[in-house]
């Protein structure tokens, strides 16, 4: 690995495992000769294991990174937490196909096809992912609705059983992630319920109004998602009756103002594009260059 890096001459490395020892040693290896990146998506909570991680970053991560390179504006503060000044921290590294989901958005937009409005979970079927709150507050939503959307279920996962037999969800397993774009050209709203959801990736690949549940209010605020009335709500984890409530007024509102939703998440998922990741990178990369040039030259 070390010499396969050592051939390539890199101008930056970006690593995505840093507590991976062999991408340490490199990290190691690397220093003053390359802009070194340590990635990560994860926020502050204030756990006991990144209390810890706060007082030895000095020790064990400093003398190996040069920035962090970060998700978005929860992970700026934990990276402020580990000792990282704000010139030293860039966002933007969780990327995904945007092209590809950006031609969905396009051909419904085009069609303005409202026929297919139904509400999609794509995740992990797993107790943090909120599947039974979601299941909980659907049943209320569908109770009350005269014409109730279906819900549409992505994912596998150890509660996959509590989707059988449910009135309107449909249950479709894992999706490959190729069939995605598809998938999601059949829903108008996405819903993250997740107890805890350190990015919300999912989001970002949906040109959709969405609405996300965290696990501070605080954070939820800080998503670059979604903007409460505007293209999606946001409301406290495990809220059922809160939950139920935004599905019951998202699923009245009009066509137009479903569109309008749909142009500003569309517009938010600009947020991260690779040409974003590949500019952001380029740009460090070459400021890193420029004040490494003098000291190598007074050497």
């Known amino acids: 690995m070390s010499a396969a890096v050592e051939q390539f001459l890199p101008d ?8 991976f020892a062999p ?3 490199i990290m190691r290896t690397w220093k003053q000769r390359a802009l070194r990146l340590a990635c990560f998506d994860s926020q502050w909570v204030g756990s006991s294991k990144q209390q810890v991680g706060r007082l ?3 020790i064990y991560m400093h003398p190996l990174y040069d920035m962090a390179f970060v998700a978005g504006p929860r992970q700026i503060v934990f990276a402020r937490k580990l000792g990282f000044s704000p010139q030293n921290i860039i966002e933007g590294f969780a990327v995904c196909d945007w092209d590809r989901f950006a031609k969905v958005y396009r051909q419904r937009t085009n ?22 709150v979601l299941l909980a507050a659907y049943r209320i939503y569908r109770s009350s609705s005269a014409q109730p959307w279906p819900l549409i279920v992505s994912g596998i996962g150890p509660n996959q059983r509590l989707l059988s037999g449910e009135p309107g969800v449909e249950y479709i397993g894992f999706t490959q992630s190729a069939e995605v774009p598809g998938l999601m050209g059949r829903a108008s709203c ?7 959801e350190p990015w919300g990736s999912c989001c970002m ?4 109004p969405v609405w996300e549940s965290y696990v501070r209010r605080s954070a939820a605020r800080a998503t670059p998602f979604v903007s409460p009335g505007e293209n999606g709500y946001v409301v406290e984890p495990g809220d059922v009756q809160g939950l139920a409530a935004a599905m019951t007024r998202f699923a009245q509102i009009s066509p137009d103002q479903l569109q309008r939703c749909r142009q500003v998440s569309f517009e ?23 004040q490494r040039a003098p000291s190598m030259a007074a050497t």
Request: glycine share 2%.
């Open 190 to 196: 996405l819903v993250l319920p997740s107890v805890f």
């Open 12 to 19: 930056a490395i970006v690593c995505l495992s840093w507590r």
């Open 23 to 25: 991408f340490r040693a």
């Open 56 to 58: 030895v970053a000095p």
């Open 268 to 290: 938010r998922s600009q947020y991260l594009t690779p040409a974003l990741f590949s500019q952001r990178l380029i740009e460090a990369a070459t400021r890193h260059a420029a």
């Open 205 to 208: 690949k949906l040109r959709r």
């Open 111 to 132: 069609s303005r096809d409202d026929s297919s409005n139904a509400f999609l979970f794509v995740g992990r079927l797993a107790p943090v992912k909120g599947i039974e």
